[in-house]
Nanobody
Framework: QVQLVESGGGLVQPGGSLRLSCAASGSILSIYYMGWYRQAPGKQRELVASITRSGMPNYADSVKGRFTISRNNAGNTVYLQMNSLKLEDTAVYYC?????????WGQGTQVTVSS
């Protein structure tokens, strides 16, 4: 079992920055994938960024060059640095980690970009 706790969402003006964090506890040695997804009202949940155990990142085209995913050395916390935020980045952001037995989701954190 893996437990996830997210933090860092909030309200920011266009062009601003936020940093999301997701701390995993429990069976963290079995985690091979960590990622961030988002879901805007009326839309499907979509991948924002992900990072593998080896550190290989992957980004949605819509956030390339603006968002950076990273993790700590222990491999139990994943971060999403979001710069140059746009109105269309407004969504609930969810942390997702995967183990050989099951995927796990965080509770979600609201990111609102508004002037």
């Amino acid at each position: 079992q893996v437990q996830l706790v997210e933090s860092g969402g909030g309200l920011v003006q266009p062009g601003g920055s936020l940093r999301l964090s997701c701390a995993a506890s429990g069976s963290i040695l079995s985690i091979y994938y960590m990622g961030w997804y988002r879901q805007a009202p009326g839309k499907q949940r979509e991948l924002v960024a992900s990072i593998t155990r080896s550190g290989m990142p992957n980004y949605a085209d819509s956030v390339k060059g603006r968002f950076t995913i990273s993790r700590n050395n222990a491999g139990n916390t994943v971060y999403l640095q979001m710069n140059s935020l746009k109105l269309e980045d407004t969504a609930v952001y969810y942390c997702n980690v995967r183990t050989a037995s099951s995927p796990y989701w965080g509770q979600g954190t609201q990111v609102t970009v508004s002037s």
